[in-house]
């Protein structure tokens, strides 16, 4: 075999072994740069923490590191923009306490008349993702309580009344996602100023000032304008920009 030929298969199983480790590269680079932001937390660079998190949040959310995102901001006099985060870290999991104290912390540094929008019961008692799994159990419940009998030779007794209560809890596990979906459509102005417009016009008037910080649901999307609801009620549009990014989870 010629010398020229050895160094091309040397070459090609170098690059292939190159390859095989991407994957693993790839799968730590989030944790390692989530614990590179509570480091740099942990040493009042929060700055640097902000930009890890970041970086992280870009593939993909958790309640940890919304929430550990906003305690950055936070530290950096970012009230808003923290609360943003702590709502999103309450979305994720409605049972952490510490985003539910953090909400309320920022409320009153931002000098609101009222505190941020929280989950009610019963959607607060589990996350989306747990409705979610509930729902699958019920509705499997709901199938072998009513139609057991055309694929397993057992009596199941009661199993009308079993099947009756699986789908009324199916019920309430839809309602509960349904909350969930509605109040992660929650976001904050971001900008001093911003006027909430009778129409999705550069020229339309306002007749309500909101100030940052201030809680707004978002209920479409229109012209460079978000149709949004106040946390009193009222309607109307506001720029895209005056804003937070809207992210879904």
């Not at 075999?1 to 050895?6: D, G, K, N, P, R």
């Not at 292939?16 to 693993?24: E, I, K, R, W």
């Not at 607060?124 to 729902?135: C, F, I, K, P, R």
């Not at 309430?172 to 996602?177: H, K, M, N, V």
């Amino acid at each position: 075999m010629s010398a020229v030929l050895l160094n091309r298969l040397s070459l090609l199983v170098v690059f292939l072994g190159a390859l095989s480790l991407l994957p693993t590269a790839f799968a730590d680079a989030p944790e390692d740069r989530f614990m590179a932001g509570n480091i740099a937390y942990g040493n009042k660079a929060y700055a640097e923490a902000e930009a890890a998190y970041r970086e992280v949040l870009a593939l993909g959310q958790s309640p940890e590191l919304h929430y550990n995102l906003g305690n950055a901001l936070a530290q950096q006099g970012k009230w808003s923009e923290a609360a943003f985060h702590f709502m999103r870290a309450h979305s994720l999991n409605p049972n952490f306490e510490p985003a539910q104290a953090n909400l309320l912390l920022a409320a009153s540094q931002l000098g609101l008349s009222r505190d941020y929008p929280k989950l009610t019961n019963p959607a607060a008692l589990l996350s989306q993702a747990g409705w979610t799994l509930a729902a699958s159990i019920a509705l499997w419940i709901a199938i072998i309580a009513f139609f057991h009998g055309d694929f397993l030779s057992l009596r199941i007794p009661f199993s009308k009344s079993m099947g009756v209560a699986a789908i009324g809890f199916l019920l309430l596990c839809a309602f509960s996602i349904l909350q969930h979906q509605l109040f992660r459509d929650w976001n904050v102005i971001a900008t001093p100023l911003a006027s909430l417009r009778v129409a999705p016009t550069d020229n339309s008037p306002g007749d309500t000032l909101l100030i940052k910080g201030d809680p707004i649901r978002v209920l479409g999307e229109q012209a460079g304008f978000f149709h949004v609801m106040t946390a009193s009620g009222d309607e109307g549009f506001v720029l895209s920009e005056e804003i937070y990014a809207n992210q879904k989870d």
